[in-house]
C-alpha cells in the first residue's frame, strides 16, 4: 500500500513526493530516498494541498528506503563543506581559463563518485582544460552540466515582482514556453522590465491566463480593425477583457468606450469598404 509523504532535498526548492510504504513518518524526520544517483538524504515536509488532490496511481514515487542514521548526516555536513570548497577552485579556474560561463552551484552524488558542476553561458563552451584540471585535482570524476536561466532562477530561488515566491521554485513541475503573443493577446505592455522575470526571460506566469484570453476574445475584432460605432466609424485601439470594454478611436481622434456585449459582427467595416 502506497504511502505517499513530502520530501525535501537541500538540493532542490520544490519538495518531492515519495513512497514511505510501511515506515511511521513523521513531519521533520531526516529520511534516505532512493533516486537516480543513490540513497539521498532528505526531510519529511508537509505536502503541498494541490499535491494530496492528485491520485496516488499517477506515476511511480521514488521510495524511502529508512530513516537516517548518524553517518548519514555527518556525510551530508561533510559534502556540504566539499561542495563549498569545490565551487571556489572551480570558480579560480574559470577566471584563470577566462572561460565565458557563470558557475552555479556543485552537486557531489551522494556515493561520492563524481561532482556535478552546474554552469549558464550564452554558447556552448571548450572546458576540456578545466575538466581536465579539475579531475587531476579533486581526484573524482567530473560533469560539466550547462542549464538555462530560468533552472538558474528555480534552484536559486527569489521573490518576483509580484512580491510572492517565485513560481519555478514554489510549485512548477517544468516550464511551459512563453512567448511574446501571449503578452500582445492579454494587452500588457510590451515593457521587458515589466513582463521579464528575474531570470531575465519572460515571465511563466503570462502563459496562466492566455488560454482564458483566447477564448473569451472569440468572435471580438483585432486590435486595429474598423469597425462601426453610434459616434462615427472608428479604429479600435484597445479590447479590455477584465473591464469588458472596446476603446474605440474615432475619426477625429475622439476615444469613446463601448461594451463588448454591444459589439456585433455586421459592425466590422471590410477592407473592401476601407479602399472605397
Known amino acids: 500500500m502506497e504511502n505517499i509523504v513530502g520530501v525535501k532535498m537541500r538540493k532542490q526548492l520544490q519538495p518531492i513526493d515519495a513512497d514511505a510504504a510501511g515506515l511511521d513518518m513523521q513531519i521533520d524526520d531526516k529520511v534516505m530516498v532512493e533516486t537516480k544517483n543513490g540513497p539521498t538524504l532528505g526531510t519529511i515536509v508537509p505536502r503541498p494541498a494541490y499535491k494530496r488532490c492528485i491520485s496516488c496511481n499517477k506515476k511511480n514515487y521514488p521510495k524511502i528506503l529508512r530513516k537516517a542514521e548518524d553517518a548519514d548526516m555527518r556525510q551530508e555536513e561533510l559534502n556540504i563543506r566539499m561542495e563549498r ?98 503578452t500582445k493577446e492579454q494587452g500588457l505592455p510590451l515593457d521587458p522590465e515589466k513582463i521579464s522575470g528575474v531570470c531575465g526571460r519572460l515571465m511563466c506566469c503570462l502563459s496562466y491566463e492566455y488560454d482564458t484570453y483566447v477564448k473569451l476574445k472569440q468572435g471580438l475584432p483585432k486590435v486595429g480593425k474598423r469597425i462601426k460605432t453610434e459616434k462615427g466609424p472608428g479604429k479600435i485601439r484597445q479590447i479590455n477583457i477584465i473591464s469588458k470594454k472596446i476603446v474605440v478611436e474615432l475619426e477625429d481622434g475622439m476615444f469613446v468606450d463601448m461594451a463588448i456585449e454591444d459589439y456585433k459582427p455586421e459592425m466590422l467595416i471590410k477592407q473592401q469598404q476601407q479602399q472605397h
Do not use: W
Open 85 to 182: 570548497d569545490y565551487f571556489q577552485v572551480c570558480q579560480n579556474k574559470i577566471q584563470k581559463h577566462k572561460l565565458p560561463m557563470k558557475l552555479v552551484d556543485v552537486e557531489i552524488v551522494p556515493d561520492g563518485s563524481k561532482v556535478v558542476f552546474l554552469f549558464v553561458a550564452e554558447n556552448r563552451v571548450d572546458f576540456r582544460q578545466l575538466v581536465k584540471e579539475l579531475a587531476a585535482d579533486l581526484r573524482t570524476r567530473i560533469e560539466m552540466r550547462q542549464i538555462g536561466a530560468r533552472s538558474e532562477a528555480q534552484r536559486i530561488g527569489g521573490i518576483g515582482c509580484c512580491g510572492r515566491e517565485l513560481c519555478c521554485a514554489g510549485f512548477l513541475q517544468k516550464f511551459c514556453p512563453v512567448t511574446v503573443k501571449m
